[in-house]
């Protein structure tokens, strides 16, 4: 499109927001979800995404969330030793 021009957040934005409807990208999206920019919008795009995803365990959440967090923030995380998904966030 001429004169129009898209950055990667702009674009991943749009992806996570009117991507495909079909069950199978959901669970792609989800698992190739991981903190590009502000924890907010990380845990806003995590509570987006996990609400399509019913087959895995709180455990498997809590995992997931914490492995595609920013490496410092996940070293602040496990200073303060949360137990669940709930005290992470």
Request: proline share 1%; with cysteine; hydrophobic share 40%.
């Amino acid at each position: 499109m001429a004169g129009i021009s898209f950055n990667n957040k702009t674009l991943y934005c749009l992806f996570i927001h009117f991507g495909s409807s079909s069950q199978d990208n959901v669970h792609e999206q989800f698992f190739n979800l991981q903190q590009l920019y502000s924890v907010t919008e990380y845990l806003r795009d995590f509570e987006i995404m996990s609400g399509s995803v019913t087959d895995l365990s709180l455990n498997a959440f809590k995992d997931i969330f914490l492995k595609r967090l920013k490496l410092e923030i996940q070293t602040k995380i496990y200073q303060l030793a949360p137990i669940d998904l709930h005290q992470i966030m």
